[in-house]
């Protein structure tokens, strides 16, 4: 279909492979001319959500990580899921300043800057099972 793409990646949840799933997104989004505000936008959101993966999905483990980014019309839909621990309450965990960080090194605000950065987020999650993130934005 025209004016349809997508692309899916899966890698393990090292934290080196970060970086690597924000370039993903934001080069595959160049086919739509993005502006710089846009681009920064994506890849922040996306560095946040990879970033759980990472940091909470699999504690003491790794487990993989799976992006899939789509382009239809004038949305961009980017979904990062995992099959990790799962959230218990995604209302809470969305919570700005809401961490399970014991550490204390965590802010609590990666859901927040995904939704001040894209223009919708959903989080669907079931403790044990793992969580996906869907972020949409639109790109008109
Ligand atoms: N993929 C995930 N798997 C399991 N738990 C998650 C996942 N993503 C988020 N969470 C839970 O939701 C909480 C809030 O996430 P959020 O990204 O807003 O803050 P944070 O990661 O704790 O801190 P920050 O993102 O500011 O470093 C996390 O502390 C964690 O308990
Ligand atoms: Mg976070």
Redesign the pocket.
Known sequence: MQNENYFRISFPSKSVNESFARMSVASFCMQFDPTIEQINDIKTAVS??V???V????PDSCGPVYITTRLKGDKLTVT?R?S????EN?Q??????????AAG??????????QTFMDKIK?Y?KPGK??K?VMTKNIG
């Open positions: 946040e959500a970033t759980n993966c940091v909470h999905a699999y990062v995992d990790g621990i799962g959230i995604v809470q965990a969305m919570r700005p300043m809401f961490t399970t960080d090194e965590r802010a609590g605000l990666g859901f927040a800057v995904m989080v999650s793992g969580t993130v």
